[in-house]
């Protein structure tokens, strides 16, 4: 039997644990930096399966290990995030989140389960691969500074490099069955900028005495949509946004000090460079202008997710090889942000999406609403293809 049909049939045997897996994880989520029994539960599983493993990475992180028949060949990794986000569940489900308060609306709980299925069907058939397989279970994706960084300080691999990583996300925008790949830059970087305005309050009906903080955040919101519109190249993608201006004076005060934050989001990491600092100068100078100073802290986040180009195509053709040419599409570029961009940062990777709407979840929101959730047919395609690439990879 060739591998194809293989890993379609231990999908079909373990498909069933797969689902409880996954119900589990759903309906008790941890949030970012608190995936102790997320982490857990993962070990427990490993040890079942007597694949040996190291945790508490980089918080609770663990990193899995299955040697093939020559495991000295190569090595890939495999990741899945396990944190879940703070918003209160709204599904009807058995299996609703019994945490109050927190959900997997972003399908990490599907990430995990589709690697732990992954994980078992690997197992099974390592005389036939090549090389070693890493299992990277990660944690605080949702989070600054972001777990993947945390990991790769933490010396996660300690001499078992990775000569390719692969990552895989639930996707609401493709249907059960498929599978979406894109090479090069595919998510922005994303850097959180937070200002304070700081000058003289008093009373509004005299603002010849003081400096006009609330006018001079204003000003500074609109001047900032310079830095975009005339100061970055316009064939690479940016958007700066604000969403949070806190004035709090009144109806007859002027603050001493105004607090504006938001987000930067590039997907080039050069003009990533260029924005900061026009950010500083364009802070400065407007706080200037208005008599007044402008505190400014740019959080350095996550950087950009690139697809290695020969990879991603390499993946793509054994997902055409196991699902079908029709089943795999390209799939469209994101200005959302991924801390698994460290990893694209420093080896070369691929990171993939997977349809989760099916018939059973049409009604269902999208990622990070209270409504999120998968149709478990999903898991089915998201288990068999990880498989299949990473043998194919290991051949």
């Given at each position: 039997m060739n591998a194809e049909n293989k890993i379609k049939q231990e999908v079909e045997t373990i498909y069933p644990e797969i689902i409880e897996i996954y119900r589990h994880l759903h309906q008790y989520p941890e949030l970012s930096y608190h995936e102790k029994k997320t982490s857990g539960f993962i070990r427990d599983f490993l040890d079942n399966e007597n694949i040996p493993y190291r945790s508490d990475?980089?918080?609770?992180?663990?990193?899995?290990?299955?040697?093939?028949?020559?495991?000295?060949?190569?090595?890939?990794?495999?990741r899945a995030d396990m944190d879940a986000l703070p918003i209160g569940e709204e599904n009807d489900i058995p299996y609703k989140s019994q945490n109050e308060g927190i959900m997997h609306a972003c399908g990490h709980d599907t990430h995990i389960a589709s690697l732990l299925g992954t994980a078992k069907i690997l197992k099974n058939m390592r005389d036939e691969f090549?090389?070693?397989?890493?299992?990277?279970?990660?944690?605080?994706?949702?989070?600054?500074?972001?777990?993947?960084?945390?990991?790769?300080?933490?010396?996660?691999?300690?001499?078992?490099?990775?000569e390719l990583i692969i990552a895989q996300h639930s996707f609401m925008d493709l249907p059960c069955g498929t599978v979406g790949f894109r090479s090069g830059t595919v998510m922005a970087s994303a850097d959180e900028v937070h200002l304070v305005m700081k000058g003289k309050g008093g009373h509004a009906a005299m603002p010849h005495l003081l400096n006009d903080t609330v006018l001079a955040a204003s000003q500074l919101i609109v001047s900032m949509q310079q830095v975009v519109s005339r100061r970055s190249?316009?064939?690479?993608?940016?958007?700066?946004?604000?969403?949070?201006?806190?004035?709090?004076?009144?109806?007859n005060i002027i603050p001493n000090e105004v607090y504006i934050s938001g987000t930067l989001r590039c997907m080039d990491e050069e003009e990533r460079a260029k924005a900061k600092e026009s950010i500083l100068e364009t802070a400065a100078?407007?706080?200037?202008?208005?008599?007044c100073v402008c505190d400014i802290e740019i959080k350095?986040?996550?950087?950009?997710?690139?697809?290695?180009?020969?990879i991603t195509e390499k993946a793509a053709r054994f997902a055409e090889e196991f699902l079908g040419k029709e089943k795999v599409v390209e799939y469209p570029v994101r200005m959302t942000s991924e801390d698994f961009g460290f990893f694209s940062q420093k080896y070369p990777s691929v990171f993939y999406r997977f349809g989760v709407r099916g018939k059973n979840n049409l009604s269902n929101g999208s990622l990070h609403t209270p409504t999120f959730l998968i149709d478990e047919e999903a898991l089915k395609t998201s288990v068999g293809t990880l498989a299949y690439i990473a043998v194919q990879f290991s051949a």
């Open positions: 990475i980089g918080g609770y992180g663990i990193l899995a290990r299955i040697e093939g028949k020559n495991p000295s060949s190569g090595t890939i990794a495999l090549s090389g070693t397989i890493l299992l990277i279970f990660q944690p605080g994706e949702e989070q600054h500074p972001g777990g993947a960084l945390l990991m790769l300080e933490d010396h996660i691999f300690e001499g078992c490099e990775p190249n316009p064939f690479k993608p940016m958007v700066l946004s604000f969403g949070k201006f806190i004035a709090a004076g009144a109806t100078g407007t706080a200037k202008a208005y008599g350095h986040g996550y950087p950009t997710v690139v697809n290695h180009p020969e």
